[in-house]
């Protein structure tokens, strides 16, 4: 597996720099005679990016996906699905400053250690910008897994600072900007970014993703578990710094009478596990949540040097989300969304045969 | 890649159930010429094994390691090395009970779901004894990530229930049988363990695992990055149900500022990354932690269905430990160690021409 | 994938040398409630085997399986199935002369160069010895293909030096020591092979090797052929120099009115192209045929250096035989098992919810 | 790894249709600070171009590679590189036929039987035009390979129909349309394939391809053998029936004392083994060889059915090669390139502190 290659069986490879002409994904392995048309991709794209509201960066572009194979007469075939979106928002600026310095908390002085040679411009090939694909490539998975299994991915905002909601309704996640699920406190958190932006600072954020619908058996022990699948595919999120599963660390102090899902035959008694036992989903809701650090681009000058070994003081200006983790939500869907569609491909070529077995708890 | 297998490069495939004849591991892509002897895995494996003390389960195993490949005059030759462990302490009781009831937070009722069959002995392929085949992979990564890149892995129980250690010391960590880092409080855990067992049940554990040494430059963007790597190793690892990168979770309420941490000509300011930036190593010290549940293994009866479909209640007879999370430790520095030996050979394969890169941060 | 793995799906990892402690395997992804038992190996090494008549090697070793791990009351779990085989022949002799000499045509010069290291013993990992876990994992594979989709994998020697087999009947080839498809030429090659053996000297043969039963869509393309696999597959065994897949070489001097396989609704016409187009099965038989090399190892002195870089006279004595490609058939038939074993699953992973397509040709 | 990606490290994946909007590939795992510009894809495209002589099919297409990705400044940075072609000769007439019926000798059933749909436009995915992408990777790796290592990759036709060269001249084969190393018979072919064309059919051909500079000690043992790579890369290529290595299926008939390759601290005394012995370079020239079958794209008509299951008579017009042979030259060597390139990296990798070993023979 190529390292910008995610998945085993629907593989997505994503290329493309945040500046450069271009990003895209090859999916192989999709199941063929799925319909999906260009415009399908639109409300997730739109979810996800930039200048969705004044919360959110000002880098506006049109992304506009284009189909470039592996569907014929609207129907996917089989073969791999190329999507390109062209890059329209890049800016002639020069990029001088940062092409010599090393911006705190970013990758910059990573890839320069690594590679002898980085591209600079709006952070090259370690911009969330790389994201996009992800999300036009779970468009297709997303709707392959709700046709055939009835699988829904769905992803919310949990805590944004300190401000956790006060309370959950599915249907006003995706009535206000920041996927936040309490409609009261909308207001309050518009105020709460609007002072954080006027501060030139930044704040961590915790994203929620749930997925519904997803039937038991998915998931391969034991390095093919799927809640160490998804661990990967959230951690790989930009400024992702936490993983948990069902409980997560709130297990550390828990006690075994406490923590275990009880069953019976009309269902499990609570869900700690967050739907998954030894890797394999339990058929309950799959939970996960993951921790996003604040931005490092800030107004707030931060020590640092210069290719030269020089002390400087860095300030990023430009298009910067004050909090990252807002648009972190739909990317969290769609790397669940990637990791399902996987498991869903993998356990029906080892274990298709394998009927209905009983006693099934729904 | 096999669900049973871990590592790109450095690739190591794990066999065996927890009550079958035998568990074996072979690890493919090892540099030729390292020394190694069956006698070295014996610390490791002792740190890892059952009936350490009275705090853990009392299987009891000399868990010999048998070379059975890959290794010449005692030297590695670049071939597959084999290793195996005879389950010597295989019980002949009955399991009849077990194969019929599905155990309430074991992966019991998933095996079933998936594959339509189940081995129900001592939790056959779910069982951690798999881990010890891990433990065992990575002395030989240990080995020679030590020798040839000077890398140290090292990791202690940094949480049982509510307690946190109150002071911090590398050398008390193997001084103890709860890889403890504070000396001060080795009694209280332990009447803490005394009580935890009469009572039947079970807590969960927090531990840390910390890399030193690490170069900067391993990891590969976007999703071999070595953070998204770690987090699929560690949640590899049984009851682990969440896992975090520096400062985790703590990130959520943190402000850019705060976060980020400064440069200098002479090292970082902090290290609230864990040094990995971009999915690629920085060369501060590799921070990670991880959540383990408290085993389901308990004396508390707990509700649950038969095959039948009927109503059961569960006890878990047997040798279990009160917190599973204590012999993890050394599970978690496998993981961690297996990670960055796969890196350092992906690294040189990819950038084995890129020279001492300057300024470079000690 | 590592390098001593094979398989995508249903992957096979072999280790060991030949005159190590053991060889063995482990078999990932093989479907769960597939019966198998030790004895079910037995026919197909002793096929394989050593010491089968006097014109094969005398290396006498029972080769006995032991079954590891993944099978429960019989039955496979769909967890890792180890199998074991003790080298119980190995020679206590000196290996001193063949640790200083590179034998020529052998792999011991690009070990040496490879990795400054290697096990000299009988040739160590690059001995055919190898072989025998394939076709114990291939035992398996041939199983379930046959149960589940009737299809059925056989070989035969179609070539020794100049000869061809005269007339062709699938019963003759079990019932000599050649698995030569004319039983009236069988005593011509016993005469052939004695003095061949007297020379000292060792010569080459073809090996064809059969599927019947292949429902067409098994294969993928581009990278995924499964005539491009089937090539690396028998290409992977150890003297093989040609793969060919339907009329191979012959299709040079061919016209395309000539080779295309024309077709109707109650059949094909013909079978130029070994039941393979595009990658992907037809439906009819998988036809394909390699060339062996004439071993190196024989008692006619060749030059070469030694360690010393000094010239020396090689000569192999000890077990050798004077046709490797004879004990080949039953290897070619594992590794065409394997491919489609491997394809099989591949199939039903992405094109699970395809229907029968009509037309059908038979 | 995807069913459209080769190579373990140095990936290549493939997308794109005969007739879809463009084709293109993606590169990942390419080593840093390549210098490579669009200009530098031009040569090798013409060698595999269409419409090159009238000897080849007639699609006119510049082929202009655009890079999307993974070069900054002129340089490789480590990222994935994308490359885009725009289909500029897409035909606007209408498949229904194409699509109704199943051309003999082509993938169309192999394709409806798989997928249940299929893009019938010039052969959709299953058309040569994918290969375009292959020659256009290999363009960097045969320069990484030239740079880095001083490996040369050159191919030549070597077979068409009967005809055979009479003498050989590495600096003739760039000098006509044929890849033909022999100046003398190109008017001989010019004659042979007019009167081919003119009579509506097709011939096939045999490609030989050479790697010189390629060191010792490139691949591994045992299912990542360099041959088996080189065979499977050669096998995947469209039309390929056979593949051989050094001698290929010439050693059938061969006596050891004849085929085996003796040693001398000068040089070995020849090359029968094509330069690779236990799936390892030995240092000497790598020999591969393929057999193309003859097009069955032709103007006989030739028996088929339609998707009603009824008899049809099919024609193949438009644009075909009577030889397809002649254009796969640049493909075998671009497919030899990316299987040397793929292991000189993972060579290092696991090797890469083992120094010079001597004897080392030139």
């Given at each position: 597996m190529s390292s910008n290659s995610f998945g085993k069986l629907f593989t997505v490879t994503t290329f493309g720099e945040s500046h450069g002409p271009a990003i895209g994904c090859v999916i192989d392995g999709c199941p063929p005679g799925l319909s999906i048309a260009e415009e399908e991709f639109r409300t997730d794209l739109d979810r996800r990016a930039t200048g969705k509201s004044r919360h959110t960066s000002q880098r506006r572009e049109a992304d506009e996906v284009e189909i470039l194979s592996g569907v014929y007469e609207g129907k996917t075939t089989g073969t791999p699905i190329a999507l390109l979106i062209r890059?329209?928002?890049?800016?002639?600026?020069?990029?001088g400053d940062i092409a010599q310095t090393f911006r705190p908390g970013h990758a910059d002085y990573t890839y320069w250690q690594k590679y002898g040679i980085r591209d600079p411009r709006g952070g090259g090939r370690s911009s969330a910008r790389e994201t996009t694909m992800r999300v036009a490539a779970a468009v297709i998975a997303k709707k392959w897994l709700a046709e055939r299994y009835g699988v829904r991915v769905r992803g919310y905002l949990a805590q944004i600072g300190e401000i956790t909601p006060g309370s959950f309704d599915w249907n006003v996640v995706e009535q206000n900007p920041f996927f936040w699920p309490d409609a009261h406190e909308v207001s309050t958190l518009e105020s709460y970014m609007d002072a954080l932006r006027k501060s030139g600072d930044s704040v961590g954020a915790r994203v929620n993703v749930v997925a519904d619908g997803v039937p038991p058996g998915w998931g391969e022990p034991i390095y093919g578990k799927l809640d160490g699948d998804l661990a990967a595919a959230l951690m790989s999120i930009n400024a992702v710094k936490g993983v948990e599963i069902g409980d997560g660390f709130g297990v550390v102090a828990q006690h075994g009478s406490q923590h275990r899902d009880e069953m019976a035959i009309d269902g499990f008694a609570s869900n700690h596990a967050g739907g998954i036992l030894g890797g394999i989903s339990t058929g309950q809701a799959i939970l996960a949540s993951m921790a996003l650090k604040p931005t490092s681009s800030i107004l707030i000058p931060g020590h640092s040097v210069n290719l030269a070994g020089e002390p400087v003081d860095v300030v990023t200006k430009g298009r910067h989300d004050p909090c990252v983790g807002i648009r972190a939500t739909p990317i969290a869907e769609a790397m669940m969304a990637l990791v399902l569609m996987d498991h869903a491909l993998r356990h029906r070529a080892q274990c298709g045969d394998v009927g209905e077995m009983l006693p099934r708890i729904p």
């Open positions: 890059n329209t928002d890049q800016r002639s600026k020069d990029y």
